[in-house]
């Protein structure tokens, strides 16, 4: 018997190879029993030989109709005893033929065929009045023994295909998630660049336009107020050029991608620009830096920085208030105007969903409330026990 189902083995060579030598293995081991039996019953034609050979060559077909070939060779094996050849058994014929039916369609089948010519072979020795007992039960057990090795044994062998075809789909299965994991990563980077760039840049902008307006309605009037809003100008895009030549230098460094670039000593750069810009800030930073995880930091920072630009860009206030504490394991964030800007800072934008987007990957909440008498508050928490999530 062999392992067929694959077009080559491990060294390359074709499976018909194999198929062909098994065809005339077969053939040649029923003619040596042929031959065996001839001497002592005197036979000496030629067409038990050409049984044997048609037993061989039956098996090349088994791939295209293997229980066909099944049915081919047990009614060539009653054909061969009717005409009275030399002994041949029963099961050595149909081994290979009970194998290949056995390994690539449903087992039921061989079993069957098994059955059939074990009762066939039995109820004609039975008859025999010359056939001993003994020779009639070791006879009828050697059949049994090598049918049932061989649909045992192709059984095996198809279980194992089956496993190897499993384990096949599975490496398969686990290749798309791994890919698939791998394209969300890149999206969520591509999401977290977006927000980084966003909460930098705007800012920047925010910033360089307020101090350019003042530039411009001071030429000509007031010449120290112009060179403070131009040193103003240059100091929020110093900044926003450094703060972007680290997102590129991290994206260039994946080794360093895990390091938070802002830590919660910026929040206090932040008010500073905002009180360049002409507000009036209030500020009371209780929240111990050391206490925050780097992670956390940088989130808290980015949502000061977006808020304060919303506040710039779009409250109209005079008073910025922004305050830091950490309380029940919890680092909370408040940045509120007296301005009388849209309910939703930056409305039509993507500031607030960012700021919640930030806050949400880390367990935490951001909330706004408008109220005409006290402005806009932006209240975010952020609990520092907690790893981010996607």
């Known amino acids: ?33 042929i031959a065996l039996g001839a001497a002592s019953s005197g036979y000496s034609g030629w067409s038990a030989y050409a049984f044997a050979c048609g037993f061989g060559a039956v098996l090349l077909a088994h791939r295209a109709a293997p229980l ?6 047990i009614a060539g094996i009653f054909a061969y005893y009717t005409l009275e050849h030399p002994p041949i058994g029963m099961a050595v014929p149909a081994a290979a033929a009970l194998y290949f039916a056995a390994e690539r369609r449903n087992v039921w089948w061989p079993v069957g065929a098994g059955m059939v010519l074990l009762a066939v072979s039995a109820f004609f020795r039975a008859v025999n009045e010359h056939e001993p007992g003994d020779v009639l039960s070791y006879d009828l057990l050697t059949n049994a023994a090598l049918i049932g090795c061989a649909i045992a044994f192709a059984s095996t062998v198809r279980s194992r295909h089956q496993l190897r075809e499993q384990q096949e789909r599975i490496i398969t299965l ?14 969520e980077e591509r999401i977290r660049i977006a927000r980084d760039l966003h909460d930098t840049i705007g800012h920047a902008l925010a910033i360089v336009t307020v101090h350019a307006n003042v530039a411009r309605e001071a030429v000509g009037r007031d010449d120290d107020t112009v060179s403070r809003s131009l040193s ?3 100091d929020a895009t110093t900044r926003s050029l450094r703060e972007l030549r680290s997102t ?19 929040i206090q750069t932040i008010i500073e620009t905002a009180r360049q810009a002409g507000l009036t800030t209030r500020a009371e930073l209780a929240a111990e830096p050391a206490r925050v995880p780097p992670t956390i930091a940088t989130a808290a920072h980015r949502i000061a920085q977006e808020a304060v ?3 710039i860009k779009h409250a109209g206030a005079t008073t910025l208030t922004v305050t830091t504490r950490i309380e029940d394991d919890t680092l909370h964030l408040t940045i509120g105007d007296d301005g009388r800007g849209p309910g939703e800072p930056s409305a039509g ?42």
Do not use: K, Y
């Open 248 to 266: 590129v230098s991290m994206l260039h460094s994946p080794a360093r991608t895990d390091r938070a670039p802002h830590t919660m000593e910026g």
């Open 174 to 187: 686990e290749r798309e998630r791994e890919r698939d994991r791998a394209e969300r990563t890149m999206q």
């Open 232 to 234: 103003n100008v240059t």
């Open 309 to 311: 630009t919303n506040v």
């Open 1 to 33: 018997m062999f392992q067929h189902g694959r077009s080559q083995d491990a060294d390359g060579v074709p499976d018909w190879v194999f198929l062909t030598l098994v065809a005339c293995g077969q053939a040649f081991a029923i003619s040596l029993i």
């Open 68 to 73: 066909g070939v099944l049915a081919v060779t």
């Open 349 to 390: 934008g993507h500031g607030i969903a960012g700021m919640r987007e930030r806050a949400a990957l880390l367990g935490g909440t951001l909330t706004t409330t408008r109220s005409p008498a006290s402005g806009t508050t932006v209240t975010a928490r952020l609990p520092l026990t907690r790893e981010p999530r996607t």
